[in-house]
Nanobody, 125 residues
Framework: QVQLVESGGGSVQAGGSLRLSCAAS????????MAWFRQAPGKERVIVAA????????YYADSVKGRFTISRDNAKNTVYLQMNSLKPEDTAVYYC??????????????????WGQGTQVTVST
């Protein structure tokens, strides 16, 4: 069982930056593929970025490439999402997710087994 707790959301003007953190419980954090998803009002939950357990492979949605960076610190059981050049269309609830140990990166939310409670990100013009 893995418990995930996100933090770092908030309100920012367009062009600004935020860093989200997701702290995970458990001693096998380094074996989990981790991802960030987001869900805007009235829309489905979609993947933003993902990272393998070792951090050696990452994935980004086209909409955030070049602006967002996913990283992890396995010693701290934490995954991060650095968000730069934020746009109003980035406004959403952001969720941290974990996939079963030693799994490859997947883009569908149904492929992930554990979820955080979500943190709101609001980008204003």
């Amino acid at each position: 069982q893995v418990q995930l707790v996100e933090s770092g959301g908030g309100s920012v003007q367009a062009g600004g930056s935020l860093r989200l953190s997701c702290a995970a419980s458990g001693r096998t954090f380094s074996s989990y593929t981790m991802a960030w998803f987001r869900q805007a009002p009235g829309k489905e939950r979609v993947i933003v970025a993902a990272i393998t357990g070792s951090g050696g492979t990452t994935y980004y949605a086209d909409s955030v490439k070049g602006r967002f960076t996913i990283s992890r610190d396995n010693a701290k059981n934490t995954v991060y999402l650095q968000m730069n050049s934020l746009k109003p269309e980035d406004t959403a609830v952001y969720y941290c997710a974990a996939r079963s140990p030693y799994s490859v990166i997947a883009s569908r939310s149904t492929s992930y087994d554990y979820w955080g409670q979500g943190t709101q990100v609001t980008v204003s013009t």
